[in-house]
Nanobody
Framework: QVQLVESGGGLVQAGGSLRLSCAAS????????MGWYRQAPGKQRELVAGITSTGNTNIADSVKGRATISRDNAKNTVYLQLNSLNPEDAAVYYC???????????????WGQGTQVTVSS
């Protein structure tokens, strides 16, 4: 069984910063890509940023210049640093991981439960 647990969300003032963390645990054999998505009320879930196992990153245009994604492979953890927050950044942030478990021969996508980010103006 695999768990992805996010932390670091909460209430942030506009213009402020936050750092989200997501730790994957369980019977993990290998993690390929990891990423952050967000979903605001009434909107579709959208990619915020992704990172491969070798450190290549993909940042959404909506947060480019304000977001940094990083990972610690030894800890199976991915981070999202988001600066200069504005009310449009308010959403539930989900992490995901494309990984293979020890009892499987294929890679699948696993999701965390999400962490709420609220931005006060």
């Amino acid at each position: 069984q695999v768990q992805l647990v996010e932390s670091g969300g909460g209430l942030v003032q506009a213009g402020g910063s936050l750092r989200l963390s997501c730790a994957a645990s369980g019977s993990i054999f290998s993690i390929n890509a990891m990423g952050w998505y967000r979903q605001a009320p009434g909107k579709q879930r959208e990619l915020v940023a992704g990172i491969t196992s070798t450190g290549n990153t993909n940042i959404a245009d909506s947060v480019k210049g304000r977001a940094t994604i990083s990972r610690d492979n030894a800890k199976n953890t991915v981070y999202l640093q988001l600066n200069s927050l504005n009310p449009e950044d308010a959403a539930v942030y989900y992490c995901n991981a494309y990984l293979r478990t020890r009892d499987s021969t294929r890679f699948d996508v696993y999701w965390g439960q999400g962490t709420q980010v609220t931005v006060s103006s």
